[in-house]
């Protein structure tokens, strides 16, 4: 049986539309006009056990909507999801014991109180015995490195220091689904870098899921093999990370090294390459180009 | 059961770090008693009586009514318009938690943190201004006025968790937050005793469930209550009411909660 699985998935939101000016506020206050917005149109996929599978797609193309709908905050407008057997949106405690959502741009962590306030919480909330406890919690605090954090109030951690103790909050019940929302979303570079080890480390040793959206390509390229990619609410790819290029890219780049050191490169259609060509380096076009251009619609 | 005693400490822990805050609070509940007292005391303190109340039955009113008051109404239900239209509630959503046991584990322990200042500054109150207090002896009479607060704290308790629920519509959830505000101070009958009211006006008002929240248990405690029963009875309706419509509204809003900003 899959893990999770999406058949036909969709959300459809109520927008209200602003007139424009005074005289159309006015209008609104008592007509109010609104208007349908599809942010998931007719989703499906399946996802099994061990997989890391990465959300791709621009702002506003129903990334964050689908891990909504797959952790049961959102009420699909059509469409059946399970996972791990559970209908998402009844909201089962065996159901939020064995999940848990992390968006990086907001915090669950009690924000006047020690970061390890919110984890003894978490504790009693999840019903976790002591002895686990204490397992995950130095486990999970090696791994990030945040020992120094934990007896600090939240709202005195540095962004990275927070993101890492989010994760904490968000793993000590060993959730077997894990929905990461944009988990790197402002760290430094070396602060993402120990997040994607961490998250990496994670789906190793752990069982079941993990999905993961991102803006940032090298999340992408790091950890997931496969990938969805996603466009105003639909999905326009979803397969291997490495055959993306192949699939969307008709062009190869042909780079040439000059005697003097200078280098040439030409772009040359993928079935007019040479299949042998001698001291000549053929390159793909740069995944994050790829992807652009699939967005532009070309 | 572990779960909702840690929410409730949690909870109690989150207002001790703001010690001015928790101070200007308890400033601004010995105000609630202050205005109505000097109001009372202009108008009834040269002796003879009004509606047949006069200076020191009226101070027990007030007394009364400003100690149920803040058992009654202390609640952290009110910021749930807010928490809807945030997103916060999906931290609570994603938990194995029961939403209605979280939002009132977090009303407990705000009616506990009043209650241990109540008990600072009442004798406080009680030295400086002598209100003539009554204490009930009758343990039946005690018992009725137990179940009437409790019925008042949960009618309280849903009357906030349905104003919240606009959040779910609307972004305007403090304005009909403010009109409920209004009608509150005066058919609780939290400035005066409703008894002073017409006749009708008083029939009127008591088939609302407002004068069940403050009026109708302190008149209980007092024992000066004719139609005890009855009262205790449409109290125990209205409970029934608001709990059931309470249900209804939030399986309606919860389909159309979008956890924006989250």
């Not at chain 2, 004719?226 to 409970?239: C, D, F, S």
Request: aromatic fraction near 12%; glycine fraction near 6%.
């Amino acid at each position: 049986m899959h893990t999770i699985i999406a058949d036909n998935l969709s959300k459809v939101y109520q927008v209200q539309q602003k007139r424009q000016g005074l005289a159309g506020s006015l209008k609104d206050l008592f007509l109010p006009k609104y208007q349908d917005k599809t942010a998931v149109n007719n989703v499906s996929f399946v996802i099994d056990e061990g997989e890391l599978v990465g959300f791709i797609g621009p702002n506003g193309a129903g990334k964050t909507t689908s891990l909504k709908m797959l952790s049961g905050l959102l009420h699909p407008s059509s469409g059946v999801v399970k996972v791990l057997g559970f209908d998402p949106w009844h909201r089962d405690y065996d159901f939020l014991r064995s999940i848990s959502l992390v968006m990086g741009q907001k915090n669950q962590l009690w924000w006047d109180l020690p970061a390890i306030e919110s984890f003894n919480l978490a504790r009693d909330i999840y019903g976790i015995k002591d002895v686990e406890y204490k397992k995950n919690l130095s486990s999970l605090v090696e791994m990030l490195e945040i020992g120094d954090a934990l007896n600090v109030q939240v709202r005195k951690l540095s962004l990275g220091q927070r993101m890492k103790a989010e994760l904490v909050a968000a793993l000590i019940h060993s959730p077997k689904i894990l929905f990461l929302d944009e988990p790197t979303i402002g760290l430094d570079v070396l602060m993402q870098q120990a997040v994607r080890n961490f998250i990496k480390d994670y789906n190793a040793s752990h069982d079941g899921a993990i999905i993961l959206t991102s803006h940032y390509m090298e999340d992408v390229k790091e950890l997931c093999k496969r990938v969805i990619i996603i466009n105003e609410g639909n999905i326009i790819y979803d397969g291997l990370l490495s055959e993306v290029i192949t699939k969307f890219s008709s062009h190869k780049i042909i780079e040439i090294i000059l005697e003097n050191g200078e280098i040439k490169t030409q772009k040359v259609l993928r079935a007019k390459v040479p299949e042998v060509a001698f001291s000549v380096n053929i390159k793909e076009i740069a995944i994050e180009e790829v992807i652009r251009s699939v967005f532009v619609g070309k | 059961m572990k779960k909702y005693i840690s929410i409730f400490s949690i909870t109690l822990q989150e207002y001790f770090t703001y010690r001015l805050n928790m101070l200007m609070w308890r400033i601004r509940q010995i105000f609630v008693f202050l205005i109505p007292f000097f109001i009372w005391r202009a108008v009834l303190g040269g002796g003879g009586d009004l509606y047949g109340y006069d200076f020191a039955a009226i101070m027990t009113y007030l007394f009364g009514t400003t100690i149920l008051r803040s058992l009654v109404m202390g609640s952290r239900t009110v910021d749930l318009g807010w928490m809807i239209n945030s997103g916060y509630l999906t931290i609570p959503l994603m938990r194995p938690l029961g939403i209605f046991r979280f939002l009132l584990t977090r009303d407990l322990a705000d009616k506990l943190f009043n209650l241990s200042f109540i008990l600072l500054e009442v004798p406080l109150i009680f030295l400086i201004f002598k209100p003539p207090v009554f204490l009930q002896s009758n343990p039946s009479a005690i018992l009725l006025f137990v179940i009437s607060l409790l019925l008042a704290a949960l009618m309280y308790f849903f009357i906030n968790i349905i104003f919240g629920s606009i959040g779910f519509w609307s972004r305007d959830v403090w304005a009909p937050r403010f009109l409920l505000m209004v009608i509150l101070e005066f058919a609780t009958g939290a400035m005066f005793p409703l008894d002073m009211l017409p006749t009708i006006w008083q029939n009127i008002m008591l088939m609302t469930p407002f004068p069940y929240l403050l009026y109708v248990p302190l008149k209980i405690y007092l024992a000066s209550d004719p139609n005890l029963y009855l009262h205790l009875g449409i109290q125990l309706v209205w409970t029934i009411i608001l709990f059931l419509f309470t249900r209804f509204i939030w399986q309606k809003g919860i389909l159309r909660y979008e956890a924006e900003g989250r």
